[in-house]
């Protein structure tokens, strides 16, 4: 089983509507979860980083934990074309130092 | 805002050629990472540096590997002889972190292309 797990999409949905992307994790010592979008040819930027389960809000993203299913989601809403990216989970453990294990990342395309 | 930067952003060798990809890391963090990015896979991790070593490192970053701060801004990636595996995205991070909860941020890679 991989460690981290990502449908790879493609995702194409129509502006306005509400995005869901997800990723489930085999390894329990995973502590902190990260959201990153990755433009073509550009680094990952850091969206959401969150500790706890439950809901962490900024502006139109919420990012979601839950440890007990080992499963995080990234909600996106009031979707913009410029949203158009690939979005990339990544978690790591808390001791050592925290290199972090990705998903495969979602190709995500939102039409105006 | 401060942001990590790294050079070139495209680099063209020859198999078996010596390769050093840069990275400025923010100024203030204090640990460093090299990741790397085959064309449609996954972001994965090479290496981490902290005070002045490295502090853990993937099975990937084999002897050919090497990683620096020859000063007190850039960090250094070293391929000694590339291999045509080697062509993929590398990307430098940084991270502050006397807390220990803080996230990398991640510079805009360097495309490094083995002919």
Known sequence: QKEVEQDPGPLSVPEGAIVSLNCTYSNSAFQ?????????????????????SGNKED??????VDKSSKYI???????QPSDSATYLCAMRIIQGAQ??????GTRLTINP | E?????TPSHQVTQMGQEVILRCVPISN???????????GQKVEFLVSFYNNEISEKS??????????RPDGSNFTLKIRSTKLEDSAMYFCASRWDRAGDQPQHFGDGTRLSIL
């Open chain 1, 73 to 79: 989601s990234l909600f996106i809403r009031d979707s």
């Open chain 1, 59 to 64: 502006g139109r993203f919420t990012a979601q």
């Open chain 1, 99 to 104: 290199k972090l294990v990705f998903g495969q």
């Open chain 2, 2 to 6: 401060p942001e990590v930067t790294q």
């Open chain 2, 59 to 68: 099975e990937i970053f084999d002897d050919q590997f090497s990683v620096e």
């Open chain 2, 29 to 39: 963090h204090l640990y460093f990472y090299w990741y790397r990015q085959i064309l």
């Open chain 1, 32 to 52: 902190y979860f990260m959201w990153y979008r990755q433009y073509s040819r550009k680094g990952p930027e850091l969206l959401m980083y969150t500790y706890s």
